[in-house]
């Protein structure tokens, strides 16, 4: 349904390719581009999934031997959950929405052609795509992947004699970590062009949908940080291989004295946190833009404080590099810095918690269609309720001396931004599937794959709130050694049932995604009659995503159940009835 | 769908909020003298995040089947939102998030800022791949030196930390697996790590503290029930990280200070 006024014809930076390598492997098409960047996550994430499946049977079952791994030993359970949470991190939970939905949609969404540099873009898929290669090539070298989790605090994760893994395997997540790096840098140097030069004729910048927001300031908080990380990974690998002695100060490992004298442990810590707050923020904003879209569509009703929710992302952009501290309070920082963290770090709750209120405001009133992206956005928002919550607890360093380091945490940041910003990640798939692929999923297993995830998700992390006030440490490869956490183990075992249970939720999906390629019923240009650019173009959209038209914008992203308009939806394109705000 | 919703929604708030009030699994019991403020503070925060916990819950189950599409005419409402409300409740967050870590500074300040007070007990805790090593400075009040180069931890005690004989003051330190303080004394630990990082965690005592290779950080807390408290090691410090754990016994000063001598008589 092209409906609305184009501005006419541009021609697009480059024409449509015609070999296979062109289109679909060295392709310029942000739209593929997106796509490669997704399949690459959603291989990821079931790689790490499957991780933390073999870390929970171990946790629980210690002796048993587990495929494909045989014998877990200690060091083997740690290089486990390095790479479950590396892998995650970077290549799910940064990878997917941004990369992903953000590559495909962001252009389309703001009505240009193409990112602003294609080239880059192209080249910011490859160096992810060899960063993972590097990061999966850690398990299957000498010494295997490193122990040193995937906040790889040194000295352990500067010095070769620290542990098993901390050899090859250790540089290789350095470097993987590194071109990570410089794949997001590259990346988000994009995104900032093409939503600040790129916007079609109309779409000023507070007409933006919110998930171009999102993304806008994802890309920000990505151009900050990553450069950080980069620096800090460079130094780590001069600590480990050249002689430095950034990080590492003398040390005596096992009686052995390391030949380093001088650095600062803690330095790396800051550096990485640094990096690493904002990068919670990078996990989750795209999911927060994506659900207040999908709330506002789904309600059929504006979205309930578009400015608000505009200035409490940018103030989540800004004060999240203020708050890094928070992950240091028991480091040996100084404690007046850490109340002023802390403080920072309590601010930072605010602009969270009135995107929350403007959720609910949003659903107040509405008409609530429950399409599976709603399911999703819905699950969406319990989540981030129930992850948020706990950070004021983890946020005062006087709570955090029983609860730091305890699976507290690990259910803290889990829910909110773990599985919320995978539910984001589901959310949009069920939602932009019909654009990218011409076909709706199938809606009876998107409602089972819905109900598994939900549910699943709380049974696994709502306990690890009670183990965690009782001081059951993260980290621990077996909980035998230590006499007080020996009355955890049913918890810890109920835990696991859960999780085998909701990991089998998960190939509902998966079929679901590559069944509905194929067999989906197929999906008009609008199936969820929303507003926004992208569902006034072909499905799926041509090369330059408008047909050589460009599209001119007369309403902002929200304008539905407007009163006197034909439909209970108005297009951002369309001129005919002026809405009323914005 | 909606109904559905609104029913696993309630009964996850209403179940896990349960499992909190009934303290089924709760903080471990605390010894310290600390630990009744910060279990206090950890209260008041857990009733007030529980409100808003539930609330926010509640309201989102109530919507989402309340406002559910139903075959009827009714419209949604068409509004972009509300000023009023959009300022009251980022001032109504701003200040239940501020004040309440507001009201937690003294406590900080007790645990932090203030050093500890003289006459406190003295411990040097040192962390090394995957033990701890308690050193109390004897009678003369004084750690002695220790080097480097003379650390071996397959030798245990005195060599374990890489105390130098030499130093005289060194000669009455004591070196040991378990460590043992008074009880109702207030206890000055010295943190210190040999390899990597380490971080010293007594759960009772509500005290937790990293030791940094290089940093010797200065804590202090208070014992103030007698008995065996387990040592835990909560910062990932290599393949033995579970089983770095140790033991604090905190006695009478009676048996505390008979407990020295006996260490100081064996030393001679």
């Known amino acids: 349904m092209a409906t609305g006024e184009f501005a006419g014809h541009i021609p697009h930076a480059h024409a449509a390719p015609q070999s296979f390598i062109r289109k679909w492997v060295f392709s310029l098409d942000h739209k593929v581009i997106g796509l490669q960047y997704y399949f690459l996550a959603l291989t990821a994430v079931f790689v790490g999934m499957f991780l933390s499946l073999l870390m929970r049977i171990h946790l629980v079952w210690p002796g048993v031997s587990l495929p494909l791994i045989g014998d877990i030993k200690p060091e083997t359970y740690l290089s486990l959950l390095t790479m479950h949470g590396t892998i995650m991190v970077f290549f799910v939970l940064t990878t997917a929405p941004q990369g992903g939905f953000g590559n495909y949609f962001l252009p389309i969404q703001i009505g240009a052609a193409d990112m602003a540099f294609p080239v880059l873009n192209m080249l910011s898929f490859w160096v992810t795509f060899v960063a993972f290669l590097v990061l999966i090539a850690a398990f299957f070298v000498a010494g295997g992947a490193p122990l040193h989790g995937w906040t790889g605090y040194p000295p352990l994760s500067a010095l070769q004699s620290a542990g098993p893994g901390e050899g090859l395997g250790a540089d290789l997540w350095v470097i993987s970590i590194a071109l990570f790096c410089i794949g997001a840098l590259m990346s988000a140097l994009n995104f900032i062009t093409t939503t600040l030069d790129m916007r079609a004729k109309g779409m000023s910048m507070m007409r933006m949908p919110l998930t171009c927001w999102a993304w806008f300031i994802t890309a920000i908080l990505g151009l900050l940080a990553f450069g950080v990380l980069f620096s800090a990974g460079i130094l780590l690998l001069l600590d480990r291989n050249a002689g430095t002695s950034f990080f590492v100060p003398l040390v005596t490992v096992n009686g052995t004295m390391a030949a380093h004298k001088g650095g600062s442990p803690l330095l790396w810590q800051h550096l990485f946190w640094f990096f690493g707050h904002p990068e919670v923020y990078i996990a989750i904003l795209p999911a927060m833009g994506l659900c207040s879209q999908l709330v506002s569509v789904f309600s059929r009703k504006p979205i309930f404080g578009y400015k608000a929710m505009v200035y409490a992302m940018l103030s989540i952009g800004i004060l999240g590099f203020m708050v890094w501290g928070h992950h240091m309070f028991m480091s040996g920082i100084s404690p007046y810095t850490a109340f002023g963290m802390s403080v920072m770090t309590m601010a930072i709750g605010v602009p969270s918690a009135i995107k929350t209120f403007n959720w609910i405001g949003t659903l107040w009133g509405g008409k609530i269609r429950f399409t599976p992206p709603m399911l999703f956005a819905i699950g969406f928002v319990s989540l981030f309720v129930t992850g948020g919550i706990s950070g004021p607890f983890l946020a005062q360093p006087v709570l955090d001396i029983p609860l730091h380091e305890t699976f507290f945490v690990i259910a803290h940041f889990h829910l909110i931004m773990g599985v919320a910003s995978i539910f984001g990640i589901f959310a949009a798939t069920y939602y932009w599937f019909p654009k990218m692929f011409g076909r709706m999923m199938n809606e009876r297993m998107a409602r089972l794959h819905f109900w598994f995830s939900f549910v699943g998700t709380y049974a696994i992390f709502m306990p690890m709130h009670y183990t965690g006030m009782a001081a059951l440490l993260r980290r621990y490869s077996q909980y035998t050694e230590l006499a007080y956490m020996h009355s955890l183990a049913p918890l810890n075992k109920f835990i696991t049932y859960a999780a085998f249970i909701t990991i089998a939720g998960q190939f509902i999906f998966l079929f679901n995604l590559f069944w509905s390629m194929k067999r989906g019923e197929k999906a008009n240009d609008n199936p969820w009659e929303a507003t926004t650019l992208e569902w006034t173009t072909a499905t799926p959209p041509p090369h330059d995503n408008f047909g050589g038209l460009t599209p001119v914008v007369y309403n902002g992203p929200y304008e539905y159940s407007v009163p006197g308009a034909p439909q209970d939806y108005l297009m951002q394109t369309d001129a005919a009835t002026k809405a009323v705000g914005h | ?268």
């Not at chain 2, 239940?96 to 932090?112: D, T």
């Not at chain 2, 009040?141 to 650390?151: D, H, Q, R, S, V």
């Open chain 2, 1 to 268: 769908m909606g109904l559905a919703l609104l029913l696993v929604i309630w009964l996850i708030t209403f179940i896990s909020t349960f499992i909190f009030l009934a303290k089924i699994w709760w903080l471990p019991t605390g010894a310290s003298a600390a630990a009744a403020g910060i279990d206090h503070h950890f209260t008041i925060t857990f009733i007030l995040m529980g409100i808003v916990f539930v609330a926010a819950q509640v309201f989102l189950g109530l919507f989402v089947w309340k406002y559910r599409e139903q075959n009827s005419s009714r419209k949604a409402l068409y509004t972009h939102g509300n000023n009023t409300m959009e300022i009251a409740w980022t001032v109504l967050t701003a200040v239940l998030f501020i004040g309440l870590n507001w009201a937690s500074k003294p406590l900080w300040a007790s645990e932090r800022f203030d050093p500890a007070k003289s006459g406190a007990v003295q411990v040097e805790v040192t962390g090394m791949q995957f033990q701890w090593y308690f050193r109390y400075p004897g009678p003369d009040g004084k750690f002695g030196a220790t080097k480097p180069e003379l650390i071996d931890p397959s030798a245990g005690g005195e060599s374990a930390v890489g105390l130098d004989p030499a130093d005289p003051a060194s000669k009455d330190d004591v070196v040991t697996g378990t460590m043992y303080v008074p009880v109702n004394r207030e206890v000055e630990v010295i943190l210190r790590a040999h390899d990597v990082i380490h971080s010293f965690f007594i759960p009772s005592m509500r005290f937790k503290q990293d030791a940094v290779p290089g940093l010797a950080i200065h804590m202090h807390f208070t014992p103030i029930a007698t008995g065996d408290y387990e040592i835990a090691c909560a910062e990932l410090c290599g393949l033995g990280h579970y089983k770095m754990h140790g033991m604090l016994k905190v006695v009478s000063q009676k048996e505390y200070d008979k407990w020295l001598a006996a260490r100081e008589a064996e030393k001679q």
